[in-house]
């Protein structure tokens, strides 16, 4: 079974600020998923990644296939940044089935 | 992008009852969706994988009779929590797997399940 850390665990920051969430797993996997989910509870999917790097918008996801290591990046980060993000991993023996770390609580203050 | 929806989004129900929960994909076929549930301040933890037109398999710890499944259609997958009990309250959240789209899964927005 995928052991999924994520740092750190709650993170506190300025409007504005650039942020880093990172995620290591410990065995291989078919796919990392980053999630965002908002107090209401509502999930969403940011990205999906193997391997190299994704940008959306104000957001960057980059993956350490050796490293078995990935990064969230928010740059210019805003109040509505708010949230719970949440690594997840789809490891090669599960097929589909995903392991998830336990979130990180990111508050953002204006 | 695609769509999954859930429905109801949130619902209160006296012990003893049984609750049914739908999960849509809306724009997607879905031959594979996923049912997890989430206790306040933890992860989400997978209670059973749904097949279209076959048994669902359930994860170790999660009771079969308790917790039905129903994934009559490529578009919809069915969760009943039955004799519904307070410590089923929970957040239950469901995904789909785009049936041409290798590894992705989509979630839904959840439902929150308050037994009284």
């Known amino acids: 079974k995928n052991e999924v850390e994520q740092s750190p665990q709650n993170l506190t920051a300025q409007e504005g600020e650039f942020i880093t969430i990172n995620c290591s797993y410990s065995?291989?996997?078919?796919?990392l998923h980053w999630l965002q989910q908002h107090p209401g509870g509502g999930i969403v999917s940011l990205f999906m990644?193997?391997?190299g790097k994704k940008k959306h918008g104000r957001l960057i996801a980059t993956i350490n296939i050796q490293e078995k290591h990935s990064s969230l990046h928010i740059t210019a980060s805003h109040p509505r940044d708010s949230a719970v993000y949440i690594c997840?991993?789809?490891?090669?023996?599960?097929?589909?089935?995903?392991?998830f770390g336990t979130g990180t609580r990111l508050a953002v203050r204006p | 992008g695609a769509v999954v929806s859930q429905h109801p989004s949130r619902v209160i129900c006296k012990s003893g009852t049984s609750v049914k929960i739908e999960c849509r994909s809306l724009?997607?076929?879905?031959?594979?969706m996923f049912w997890y549930r989430q206790f306040p301040k933890q992860s989400l933890m997978l209670m059973a994988t749904?097949?279209?037109?076959?048994?669902?398999?359930?994860e170790q710890g999660v009771e079969k009779d308790k917790f039905l499944i129903n994934h009559a259609s490529l578009t919809l997958s069915t969760l009943t929590v039955t004799s519904a009990h307070p410590e089923d309250s929970s957040f239950y959240i469901c995904?789909?797997?785009?049936?041409?789209?290798?590894?992705?899964?989509?979630f839904g927005p959840g439902t929150r399940l308050l037994v009284l």
């Open positions: 724009d997607f076929q879905a031959t594979t």
């Open positions: 995904s789909a797997r785009d049936r041409g789209v290798k590894e992705t899964q989509y």
């Open positions: 065995v291989g996997i078919s796919a």
């Open positions: 749904s097949n279209e037109g076959s048994k669902a398999t359930y």
């Open positions: 997840a991993v789809g490891d090669i023996s599960s097929g589909d089935k995903l392991t």
């Open positions: 990644l193997s391997s």
